[in-house]
């Protein structure tokens, strides 16, 4: 049975889902419809009326539903590199046309052991798809029980039986049927794989790539000369859009737009902020689960609402003394990092069993786009945390640690996201060094569960716990 959600949590995934559907009835209705990077401005395409899928939050979405190592597999197979980001290979394999797929024989009845080879049947007792249809791994080979097809293929049979089994093998969940893109919008404030990754989809399809690049930037402000350059490549996209929606850009519809925008992020903000007390109303690993509903609506006045909703159940939360948290919080920790998304159990599962909450989301806030005027939106997105200097992420993550009581620090060193982890022993030297708390690292990756491995995951837990341990000891709480 499906468990119970608050209004608020239902209101965010009525708003995702809205949004899926939306970009899947324009797509059939023959309007063009785009592929966004999560931190390009949302404000412009949602003024033209366009409507953008958003593949990192798609590709997010894949990984949890297990398919994330066959389409990483599918993309290495046809020759992108094992070392390029698993988001950009799963999104890859999906531009060439590749989707997640029950193994079946040639009959359409079986499940085949991608190890052995041999047929599974579901008569026999094997359970090989859970009661949402996700593929389960297979405890012997440690693989799922999926495999990838390519629609393209299918596309070219001749009708008739094989066409049809091989149709309804495709896996149907809303990530996995995403409209392939009529335009592309990218923005490398977040890294510069993104770049060649939508560079590579534009090639592919023959389609526009509406381009915002954002300098690294070193200061922690932004410069007049920045702001300058990125706003003459937002008149460029706005050109552009003019002419793939056929409609002339209206400032006050991206007026209203970038008030729905700042309206969502100030409530995801609060929402956040919810973290600060202790014990916190709730369990900081659902934030991971809202990342997917600020990424994909926040220009969405939907978004606003829901983000509202939450928040004022937090803050009843808080009059009530209740929490959502499934366990007694002992320690607070902050999560630095992406979490590895087809191993959410795996995360979880240690920290509820030593009363770990996480109450400090490096990647959260990061989406809390705030601003009163176009110089400072683009200030705005110039902040994210690939793209500023050590001093100025260490500065962020210190008022964290701080303002949300956090006593040690999980740290996700993705195998994905080098520009990300890169920097991280650093930081954890400076953590212990400035905030006096320990800190632990584990290996892993945001998007291709073979870069994972449980019982390190454990063992750093369990280390983490004892440094906290010591520490409070040594403090004397
Ligand atoms: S920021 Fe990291 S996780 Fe995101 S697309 Fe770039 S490399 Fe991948």
Not at 232 to 237: I, R, V, Y
Not at 360 to 365: K, S, T
């Given at each position: 049975?499906?468990?119970?959600?608050?209004?608020?949590?239902?209101?965010?995934?009525?708003?995702?889902?809205?949004?899926?559907?939306?970009?899947?009835?324009?797509?059939?209705?023959?309007e063009?419809?785009?592929?966004?990077?999560?931190?390009?401005?949302?404000?412009?395409?949602?003024?033209?009326?366009?409507?953008?899928?958003?593949?990192?939050?798609?590709?997010?979405?894949?990984?949890?539903n297990r398919?994330?190592?066959?389409?990483?597999?599918?993309?290495?197979?046809?020759?992108?590199?094992?070392?390029?980001?698993?988001?950009?290979?799963?999104?890859l394999?999906?531009?060439?046309?590749?989707?997640?797929?029950n193994?079946?024989?040639?009959?359409?009845?079986?499940?085949?052991?991608?190890?052995?080879?041999?047929?599974?049947?579901?008569?026999?007792?094997?359970?090989?798809?859970?009661e949402?249809?996700?593929?389960?791994?297979?405890?012997?080979?440690?693989?799922?029980?999926?495999?990838t097809?390519?629609?393209?293929?299918?596309a070219?049979?001749?009708?008739?039986?094989?066409?049809?089994?091989?149709?309804?093998?495709?896996?149907?969940?809303?990530?996995?049927?995403?409209?392939?893109?009529?335009?592309?919008?990218?923005c490398?404030?977040?890294?510069?794989?993104?770049?060649k990754?939508?560079?590579?989809?534009?090639?592919?399809?023959?389609?526009?790539?509406?381009?915002?690049?954002?300098?690294y930037?070193?200061?922690?402000?932004?410069?007049e000369?920045?702001?300058?350059?990125?706003?003459?490549?937002?008149?460029?996209?706005?050109?552009?859009?003019?002419?793939i929606?056929?409609?002339?850009?209206?400032?006050?519809?991206?007026?209203?737009?970038?008030?729905?925008?700042?309206?969502?992020?100030?409530?995801?903000?609060?929402?956040?902020?919810y973290?600060?007390?202790?014990p916190?109303?709730?369990?900081?690993?659902?934030?991971?689960?809202?990342?997917?509903?600020?990424?994909?609506?926040?220009?969405?006045?939907?978004?606003?609402?829901?983000?509202?909703?939450?928040?004022?159940?937090?803050?009843?939360?808080?009059?009530?003394?209740?929490?959502?948290?499934?366990?007694?919080?002992?320690?607070?920790?902050?999560?630095?990092?992406?979490?590895?998304?087809?191993?959410?159990p795996?995360?979880?599962?240690?920290?509820?069993?030593?009363?770990?909450?996480?109450?400090?989301?490096?990647?959260?806030?990061?989406?809390?786009?705030?601003?009163?005027?176009?110089?400072?939106?683009?200030?705005?997105?110039?902040?994210?945390?690939?793209?500023?200097?050590?001093?100025?992420?260490?500065?962020?993550?210190?008022?964290?640690?701080?303002?949300?009581?956090?006593?040690?620090?999980?740290?996700?060193?993705?195998?994905?996201?080098?520009?990300?982890?890169?920097?991280?022993?650093?930081?954890?030297?400076?953590?212990?060094?400035?905030?006096?708390?320990?800190?632990?690292?584990?290996?892993?990756?945001?998007?291709?569960?073979?870069?994972?491995?449980?019982?390190?995951?454990?063992?750093?837990?369990?280390?983490?716990?004892e440094?906290?341990?010591?520490?409070?000891?040594k403090?004397?709480?």
């Amino acid at each position: 049975m499906a468990k119970t959600v608050s209004p608020g949590v239902q209101a965010l995934r009525d708003v995702v889902e809205k949004v899926y559907r939306e970009l899947r009835e324009a797509k059939e209705a023959g309007e063009p419809v785009g592929w966004s990077s999560s931190k390009f401005p949302c404000e412009l395409a949602e003024s033209f009326g366009l409507h953008v899928g958003y593949p990192e939050n798609q590709a997010a979405g894949i990984a949890a539903n297990r398919d994330g190592e066959v389409m990483c597999q599918a993309a290495e197979d046809i020759g992108y590199d094992n070392d390029i980001c698993g988001y950009a290979r799963i999104s890859l394999a999906y531009a060439a046309g590749y989707r997640g797929a029950n193994k079946m024989d040639k009959d359409g009845n079986y499940i085949i052991n991608p190890n052995s080879g041999k047929q599974m049947k579901d008569a026999n007792g094997k359970k090989v798809f859970d009661e949402n249809g996700k593929p389960v791994i297979d405890p012997k080979t440690r693989k799922p029980y999926a495999t990838t097809d390519n629609i393209y293929e299918i596309a070219a049979l001749p009708d008739g039986e094989e066409k049809t089994r091989r149709q309804n093998a495709l896996h149907k969940y809303r990530q996995m049927t995403m409209p392939m893109p009529d335009f592309v919008l990218c923005c490398n404030n977040i890294c510069n794989c993104m770049t060649k990754w939508y560079e590579d989809i534009a090639r592919r399809h023959n389609i526009p790539l509406i381009m915002i690049d954002v300098p690294y930037n070193e200061f922690d402000h932004v410069n007049e000369a920045n702001v300058k350059y990125i706003r003459s490549q937002l008149d460029t996209a706005i050109r552009q859009m003019e002419e793939i929606s056929g409609r002339k850009f209206d400032e006050d519809k991206f007026e209203q737009c970038c008030q729905n925008a700042n309206r969502t992020a100030k409530a995801w903000l609060k929402v956040c902020d919810y973290l600060q007390y202790k014990p916190s109303p709730f369990n900081g690993f659902d934030l991971f689960n809202h990342m997917a509903d600020v990424v994909t609506a926040r220009g969405r006045v939907e978004a606003a609402e829901a983000f509202e909703l939450l928040a004022s159940e937090l803050e009843q939360h808080v009059k009530d003394g209740t929490t959502t948290a499934p366990f007694k919080e002992q320690y607070r920790i902050m999560f630095e990092g992406i979490p590895c998304w087809p191993k959410l159990p795996n995360l979880f599962k240690p920290l509820k069993a030593n009363g770990l909450n996480i109450t400090g989301v490096v990647y959260a806030p990061a989406f809390g786009f705030v601003y009163n005027n176009l110089d400072e939106l683009v200030k705005a997105y110039c902040k994210a945390p690939n793209s500023v200097s050590i001093e100025q992420g260490v500065a962020w993550r210190e008022g964290l640690i701080r303002d949300n009581k956090v006593d040690g620090v999980l740290v996700h060193y993705n195998r994905s996201c080098k520009p990300w982890s890169g920097y991280m022993p650093e930081m954890q030297r400076r953590f212990t060094k400035d905030m006096g708390i320990p800190t632990a690292g584990f290996d892993g990756d945001q998007a291709d569960p073979r870069n994972f491995n449980a019982a390190q995951y454990e063992t750093r837990v369990q280390g983490l716990v004892e440094a906290m341990e010591a520490n409070a000891a040594k403090k004397g709480n």
